[in-house]
């Protein structure tokens, strides 16, 4: 058994190399995000990797499936005192009993006025969904723009709280996007929305679709593991 690594256009992937008696190679992906390779006794590293380039966007896709269960931020109270992000930076939560009620940054502090505690989730949640619609499009407006040297523009973009996925694109060129990535840094929202508008052009996750994504980005990897790491 060694611990090998496949580059796969800008992609890495570490897999867990096995040999035993078996007449053909396997490929198997864990909900732990491994990736297992069983090889027979007598297969050389060459041809196993060639294998592999042959089922990386699968590999790819699995990977970024069992991510997408892997645990969240641990569950907020909503009371003072709590860490909450916004454009990757974290802001204290001051939560205050009036009647005005309102949401809005003060400092380091993140400020929410309610009439009752019961009520500050959901202003929360309100007030980051607004931040949302209101910032994000403004960052996504040049790489579109960019974009249109491809003949490509989204019908729209839309927001829509999604559990297992930070964006989609439609078959009919509309993108959408997860609320939540407000709480993102801005190049983590940026690479995002260009893996979004990559799917414009490449609806699957083929080595095109890579090869597109690393030219738009180049640093596409840091801020993907970015949100990952402050989000997942």
């Known amino acids: 058994m060694s611990k090998r690594k496949l580059l796969f256009g800008s992609a890495t992937i570490d897999y867990t190399l096995q040999h035993s008696e078996r007449r053909t190679l396997g490929i198997t992906v864990t909900p732990e995000m491994e990736v297992i390779v069983n090889a027979p006794v007598d297969a050389e590293i060459h041809k196993i990797e ?95 723009e960019n974009f249109k040297k491809y003949k490509v523009e989204p019908k729209s973009i839309e927001f829509r709280s999604m559990p297992k996925r930070w964006g989609s694109c439609t078959a009919k060129g509309k993108i959408i996007l997860n609320p939540e990535l407000i709480k993102a840094p801005k190049g983590s929202i940026e690479y995002v929305v260009t893996h979004e508008l990559c799917h414009l052009i490449h609806h699957d996750h083929t080595q095109k679709f890579f090869d597109l994504q690393a030219k738009e980005m180049k640093d596409w990897e840091r801020w993907k593991l970015k949100l990952e790491s402050l989000l997942a």
């Not at 949401?103 to 009520?119: D, E, P, R």
């Open 50 to 144: 060639l294998k592999l380039v042959k089922r990386a966007p699968w590999i790819l896709r699995n990977l970024s499936y069992f991510l997408s269960f892997h645990p969240k931020t641990p569950k907020r109270k909503f009371i003072s005192g709590e860490t909450h992000l916004y454009l990757g930076r974290q802001y204290l939560l001051n939560v205050i009993i009036g009647q005005d009620e309102s949401v809005k940054l003060k400092g380091k502090h993140l400020l929410v006025i309610a009439k009752n505690s019961s009520n500050v989730k959901n202003l929360l949640e309100g007030w980051y969904l607004s931040q949302a619609k209101s910032k994000i499009p403004s960052i996504a407006l040049p790489l579109i």
